[in-house]
């Protein structure tokens, strides 16, 4: 693993600049953060709002069930049209809708005598819109920045400090002020978000591609229905063995790891450390997936998915101390690496995923990445209780953490995954065009007609070598 390793030999490649120097960039961030606080307070406000009006813990799991419903089921969709209408159209569209669909939510609760069937609907909106916001991300990243591996991590580290703070905000508006008005709050955040975006219609929405990336020219998607665009996105995800492999593993370990940690996870550690303990412990892994994030940005090994997964057998500890019964400060510790190593890989793979798919089917792709990441996770977790009352909750989380290692050692060991290298996508090496981003496709914007092929991308430290075997040859 090296370190910032974008240099040229002899100095004739200089890395990429800063996402902060873009200001396209600095408005994506203030967007994207104003969205995650939304959604890290959306979570309390609604569970608490829900316990409130009497409806229970049933009513809280149909409440966030009608949420993430949609979000499955529309999903793919949102990432066709998002490349169809580009990203920031339905990004400003889904923040517009969740804003009245917040102040909705305010309305009632202040009005009184609010119905479960009623939350229910305007979480399934909520949920529906969310749907529309996410696959844009992954395309919006290449747009507005040079350097995609330093605005992923900057992106988790936001990530990662929304969801330390905005739970506790929603629970300090709850409970020293109103109900509705954290709806309110929520709902200022998600216009924030939109306010961010809108500046950013001029990103070109690039024109698809018939099959992967290494095949034929662009061919214009526009009047193609929505079923064909769906099958150009599923075309460009399984043609790819690293994506669709690494994507089987993870939903195999949403299933086993994801799902059971955390139900079972936060029962046994408030049984073993107390509330406050376990909320120490929870904020430690908050610190970590901050310290990951940073890592991710100074840290660009050769082959990312490799260091991804090896960061990430640091996160197969975490059902393991509450499942041996670690103390406190270990299993503080123990949740602070598992976060840095989670949120490590999570800059890798979003990278890897950026800069290896062409940018006019990325948001389709990603659609699939996040369809097959989190469809299992509710089953996952459906499941840990049932399974845990019949064999115990530490039994299943050792098994988790047992799963944990052997799906991550089976990544290494796909080729394809294991030889994936790391792509620099600079906007000096593509036409002076000031809106695609430099990662707009793996071959140049503007490509001379009598030459269709891609043009191969060359590693930085064999150019000067490269040019002087030319000059020879001359």
Not at 150 to 166: P, V
Not at 224 to 245: I, K, N, Q, V, Y
Not at 306 to 318: D, E, I, R, T
Request: glycine share 12%; with cysteine.
């Amino acid at each position: 693993m090296t370190t910032d390793d974008t240099v040229a030999a002899g100095g004739t490649a200089a890395p990429p600049s800063s996402p902060w120097r873009s200001p396209r960039f600095r408005l994506f961030f203030t967007a994207r953060s104003a969205s995650l606080l939304a959604d890290g307070m959306l979570m309390v406000s609604v569970t608490t709002s829900v316990l409130g009006a009497g409806f229970g813990a049933t009513g809280v799991g149909y409440a966030l069930a009608a949420w993430m419903a949609p979000i499955v089921v529309l999903i793919l969709f949102g990432g066709v049209l998002a490349d169809r209408f580009t990203p920031q159209v339905m990004m400003v569209g889904a923040d517009a809708v969740r804003v009245v669909t917040m102040l909705v939510m305010a309305a009632l609760f202040a009005g009184g005598g609010v119905r479960l069937w009623q939350i229910m609907a305007l979480m399934g909106v909520s949920g529906a819109a969310t749907a529309m916001f996410q696959p844009g991300l992954a395309s919006i990243v290449p747009r507005v920045a040079e350097d995609i591996q330093r605005a992923n991590a900057l992106l988790r580290i936001s990530e990662s400090m929304a969801t330390l703070i905005g739970p506790g905000l929603a629970g300090f508006l709850v409970a020293y002020w109103d109900l509705a008005g954290s709806f309110v709050v929520i709902a200022a955040a998600y216009a924030v978000s939109a306010g961010g975006l809108l500046p950013l219609r001029r990103l070109a929405a690039g024109r698809a591609e018939k099959g992967s990336a290494g095949e034929g020219d662009a061919v214009d998607e526009t009047d193609d229905p929505m079923w064909r665009r769906l099958a150009t996105g599923w075309h460009e995800f399984r043609s790819r063995t690293w994506l669709w492999g690494v994507i089987s593993l993870w939903a195999v370990y949403g299933l086993f790891v994801f799902g059971p940690s955390l139900p079972l996870g936060a029962a046994l550690l408030t049984e073993q450390h107390g509330a406050t303990g376990y909320g120490w412990i929870a904020s430690a892994d908050g610190l970590g997936t901050i310290i990951g994030g940073l890592l991710g940005m100074r840290v660009r090994p050769r082959r990312p998915l490799v260091a991804g997964v090896c960061a990430m057998f640091f996160f197969a500890l975490n059902p393991l101390a509450p499942a041996l019964g670690w103390n406190f400060t270990l299993t503080a510790v123990t949740g602070m690496v598992a976060g840095c190593g989670f949120a490590f890989w999570g800059v890798m793979w979003a990278t890897s995923v950026q800069s290896h798919i062409p940018l006019a089917v990325l948001s389709r792709v990603s659609a699939y990445d996040i369809a097959g990441s989190i469809m299992v996770i509710p089953l996952g977790r459906a499941l840990a209780g049932p399974v845990a009352e019949s064999f115990g909750a530490d039994r299943v989380l050792l098994f988790s953490s047992a799963v944990s290692f052997v799906l991550l050692g089976a990544m290494l060991c796909v080729p394809a995954i294991r030889g994936l290298t790391r792509l620099d996508h600079p906007k000096r090496d593509a036409a002076p065009d000031p809106d695609p981003g430099p990662a707009q496709m793996r071959k140049p914007v503007r490509e001379p007609e009598r030459e269709p092929e891609r043009e191969p991308v060359r590693e930085p430290g064999r150019v000067a070598d490269e040019e002087a075997s030319t000059a020879a040859e001359a």
